[in-house]
Nanobody
Framework: QVQVVESGGGLVQPGQSLRLSCVVS????????IAWFRQTPGKERKGVSC????????YYADSVQGRFTISRDKAKNTVYLQMNSLKPEDTAVYYC??????????????????????WGQGTQVTVSS
């Protein structure tokens, strides 16, 4: 049974950092590309970052480039999203997702929700002073 479980969200002040974790089970990070998305009320879910299962290549949305870092620990079947220099506009529910077929090196596919098949329940990140 496939499961995707996010954790690590919380309330932080602008400029601070958070690290989100995504633990997957029922499939291996060796074979599934993983991405982080975020969503605010009334808005579409948007891709934040993704990581390839084959070569570890990563892509980022322009809005988080240079501030967020995606990484993985295959031994722990866990993907992380390190978020630094957080801004109020980063406030959202963050979701982790896994793809059956992968994004095949395409950043557009990598950050598109339709590429992904397995979703977690989300974790709330609030950036506020």
């Amino acid at each position: 049974q496939v499961q995707v479980v996010e954790s690590g969200g919380g309330l932080v002040q602008p400029g601070q950092s958070l690290r989100l974790s995504c633990v997957v089970s029922g499939f291996s990070l060796d074979y599934k590309d993983i991405a982080w998305f975020r969503q605010t009320p009334g808005k579409e879910r948007k891709g934040v970052s993704c990581i390839s299962s084959t070569d570890g290549s990563t892509y980022y949305a322009d809005s988080v480039q240079g501030r967020f870092t995606i990484s993985r620990d295959k031994a722990k079947n866990t993907v992380y999203l390190q978020m630094n220099s957080l801004k109020p506009e980063d406030t959202a529910v963050y979701y982790c997702a896994g793809s059956k077929w992968g994004f095949r090196g395409s950043s557009w596919l990598g950050l598109a929700p339709t590429t992904y098949d397995y979703w977690g329940q989300g974790t709330q990140v609030t950036v506020s002073s």
